[in-house]
């Protein structure tokens, strides 16, 4: 396991990510998903932590939310290849269903556990705007509770530098698709607060 004196490159993190045990969730979970992106990416995205698929392929939104997200960043103008994307807690917590892993929200000791993991990749990465993708997040980057629809579409300063900008996670978009014909609004207002990153 690499001493965190060690941790100097996304590539050290990587390998103390992968031994980590600061919390349970690292027992049932296939592996630590780290964060993936450029070093010096001025846009860091942030998710609340791997799905099923990104726990066996070991990537940050690879899986349906992935999908949305990528469809997102197109419509905002935004190179996905020019940011970083990563999620607040990096192990896939679950609850078995017979063959199906399903999501478990994470608690607020495992979020905050992972942070320490955010601060390292923050430090490397140097982000000017993070953009916290749901409350998961919002607590993962700030170590506190937002409420979203009250910090949404704004460009808010952090205390250790650079802004932040709150919203939704792009799985709700995938949870109201089916319910709700008017979805498009709330994938369109994702978007909009994704062109913020523009502002920053």
Same mark, same amino acid.
């Given at each position: 396991?690499?001493?965190?004196?060690?941790?100097?490159?996304?590539?050290?993190?990587?390998?103390?990510?992968?031994?980590?045990?600061?919390?349970?969730?690292?027992?049932?979970?296939?592996?630590?998903? !780290?964060?993936? *992106? %450029? $070093?010096?990416?001025?846009?860091?995205?942030?998710? @609340?932590?791997? +799905?099923?698929?990104? =726990?066996?392929?070991?990537? !940050?939104?690879? *899986? %349906? $939310?992935?999908?949305?997200?990528?469809?997102?960043? @197109?419509?905002? +103008?935004?190179?996905? =290849?020019?940011?970083?994307?990563?999620?607040?807690?990096?192990?896939?917590?679950?609850?078995?269903?017979?063959?199906?892993?399903?999501?478990?929200?994470?608690?607020?000791?495992?979020?905050?556990?992972?942070?320490?993991?955010?601060?390292?990749?923050?430090?490397?990465?140097?982000?000017?705007?993070?953009?916290?993708?749901?409350?998961?997040?919002?607590?993962?980057?700030?170590?506190?509770?937002?409420?979203?629809?009250?910090?949404?579409?704004?460009?808010?300063?952090?205390?250790?530098?650079?802004?932040?900008?709150?919203?939704?996670?792009?799985?709700?978009?995938?949870?109201?698709?089916?319910?709700?014909?008017?979805?498009?609004?709330?994938?369109?207002?994702?978007?909009?607060?994704?062109?913020?990153?523009?502002?920053?």
């Amino acid at each position: 396991m690499a001493r965190e004196g060690d941790i100097t490159s996304l590539k050290a993190l990587k390998t103390a990510e992968a031994a980590c045990t600061r919390c349970p969730l690292y027992r049932n979970a296939t592996q630590a998903v !780290p964060g993936e *992106g %450029p $070093a010096r990416a001025p846009i860091m995205l942030v998710g @609340e932590q791997p +799905g099923a698929r990104e =726990d066996l392929e070991g990537k !940050p939104f690879v *899986g %349906p $939310a992935g999908r949305v997200l990528d469809e997102a960043i @197109e419509d905002a +103008g935004l190179d996905r =290849d020019k940011i970083f994307i990563t999620n607040a807690v990096k192990h896939f917590k679950f609850e078995s269903r017979g063959k199906r892993r399903l999501h478990k929200r994470p608690n607020a000791y495992e979020i905050d556990q992972c942070r320490h993991w955010f601060e390292f990749e923050r430090a490397l990465v140097k982000p000017k705007v993070i953009v916290a993708m749901g409350a998961t997040a919002v607590r993962g980057v700030t170590g506190k509770s937002l409420t979203i629809a009250r910090s949404r579409g704004k460009l808010l300063p952090l205390e250790e530098g650079g802004q932040m900008i709150v919203t939704i996670h792009p799985s709700y978009l995938l949870r109201i698709r089916d319910i709700d014909p008017d979805w498009r609004v709330q994938y369109r207002l994702f978007v909009r607060d994704l062109k913020l990153c523009k502002a920053a």
